[in-house]
Nanobody, 129 residues
Framework: QVRLVESGGGSVQAGGSLNLSCAAF????????MGWFRQAPGKEREEVAA???????IYSDSVKGRFTITLDNAQNTVYLQMNRLKPEATATYYC???????????????????????WGRGTLVTVSS
């Protein structure tokens, strides 16, 4: 059974940075197929970033150029480096991963998010103005 454990959330002022991490247990995600979503209070969950084919990445337009997702195969961990944070980034950030049944393939580009069906508990990010 796959388990995802997020860490790194917290409070930061606008313009600051945070680095989220998500460690996977129970399956080796060396091909990627992991990503991040976020949900702000009163809003729907939205896609943030994902990694596939180990080094290919996809980002939402709202974070492109400021957030970076990376996969550390040795640690079986995916990171989300968030720079130049804005108050609208305030949300609970969820790590997600594809089911092991998907194997090493989890789509291409924005389709990757559809394969991410195993969820962590989330970590809260608060950005103050």
């Amino acid at each position: 059974q796959v388990r995802l454990v997020e860490s790194g959330g917290g409070s930061v002022q606008a313009g600051g940075s945070l680095n989220l991490s998500c460690a996977a247990f129970g399956y080796n995600y060396d091909s990627g197929c992991m990503g991040w979503f976020r949900q702000a209070p009163g809003k729907e969950r939205e896609e943030v970033a994902a990694v596939y084919f180990a080094t290919s990445t996809i980002y939402s337009d709202s974070v492109k150029g400021r957030f970076t997702i990376t996969l550390d195969n040795a640690q079986n961990t995916v990171y989300l480096q968030m720079n130049r944070l804005k108050p609208e980034a305030t949300a609970t950030y969820y790590c997600a991963a594809a089911s092991p049944a998907s194997g090493s393939y989890c789509g291409v580009g924005a389709d990757v998010f559809k394969y991410l069906e195993i969820w962590g508990r989330g970590t809260l990010v608060t950005v103050s103005s």
